[in-house]
């Protein structure tokens, strides 16, 4: 964020994007959207006047700006503190029909995913670029220079300290790296629920308020969600899941995820504050 007179520029360091994971830059625009609605909750929360200007130019998305009247919005900033993601164990159950109609999204069974993420994790971990970007974000170890900075700790992956360094070992050595996408098959092997978001690429940023917003509505309701950006990272995966959903265009396909009620509260993991 670049702080002006009036305004606010919402914009992003090149240097914490992911440029190989995330090539086109969806997860990106989805995140500062999300952000942006963030803003935009906490402000009114506090009874500031502030409003969001689209304005995408370089390395940037729009603007936060003083308005007339404060945000409409029902949530507060103690729905943005509970909210967050959790990717240990769920409890098996459904998400009520007339919930994932009031959200939105698309539906589908945790079974009937979980052939598609075991081959975007193949893809994924076989991708030396991929590997190495993904080595860098992770922090498996306590002893990790930056394990109280930032990334996405072990312990918010919810993994035993055998199989962190099993993933540490199987992502610095090619031959290995098939064993990290067997190790993740049972991850949807339970009676659960995963939901996907689908728009139009050109309004990723708005997807993303839209995002957050159905993240604090999940999050009121008990529910907490996984991200499984893999699957749509993937071309082929991404197909095959817009034909079972019947979507006319996989690329409008810009987020997935399981949902459901933890059987544990997720660990944090550390971000940067400047």
């Known amino acids: 964020m670049h702080y002006g007179q009036d305004e606010v520029e919402v914009a992003w360091d090149p240097a914490r994007a992911l440029p190989v994971s995330d090539p086109t830059g969806r997860d990106l625009r989805l995140g500062l959207g999300a952000f942006v609605e963030t803003c935009l909750i906490v402000c009114a929360s506090a009874g500031f006047s502030i409003g969001f200007r689209p304005d995408p130019g370089p390395r940037?998305?729009?603007?936060?700006?003083?308005?007339?009247e404060p945000y409409e919005t029902a949530f507060t900033v103690e729905d943005v503190r509970q909210r967050g993601s959790n990717r240990g164990a769920y409890e098996p159950g459904r998400l009520p029909e007339e919930l994932v109609e009031r959200l939105g999204v698309h539906r589908v069974g945790c079974a009937d995913v979980a052939d598609l993420l075991y081959v975007a994790d193949l893809h994924q971990f076989g991708d030396d670029a991929v590997s190495g970007e993904l080595r860098e974000w992770l922090r498996l170890s306590p002893r990790h220079p930056r394990y109280l900075q930032d990334g996405l700790t072990d312990r918010a992956l919810a993994l035993s300290r055998a199989?962190?360094?099993?993933?540490?070992?199987?992502?610095?050595?090619?031959?290995?790296?098939?064993?990290?996408?067997?190790?993740?098959?049972?991850?949807?092997d339970y009676d659960g629920d995963v939901f996907v978001l689908a728009g139009s690429v050109e309004d990723q940023v708005e997807h993303g308020r839209a995002l957050m917003r159905l993240w604090l509505t999940l999050a009121g309701l008990g529910y907490t969600t996984h991200p499984l950006s893999q699957v749509i990272?993937?071309?082929?995966?991404?197909?095959?899941?817009?034909?079972?959903l019947g979507v006319d265009d996989p690329e409008t396909l810009l987020h997935i995820a399981r949902v459901g009620r933890p059987k544990a509260p997720a660990a944090p993991s550390a971000r940067l504050r400047t």
């Open 60 to 68: 940037r998305v729009g603007f936060l700006h003083r308005t007339a």
């Open 163 to 188: 199989k962190a360094i099993g993933l540490a070992v199987a992502l610095s050595w090619r031959p290995l790296r098939k064993l990290a996408a067997v190790g993740g098959k049972g991850l949807l």
């Open 233 to 244: 990272d993937c071309a082929d995966t991404r197909r095959i899941l817009a034909v079972r």
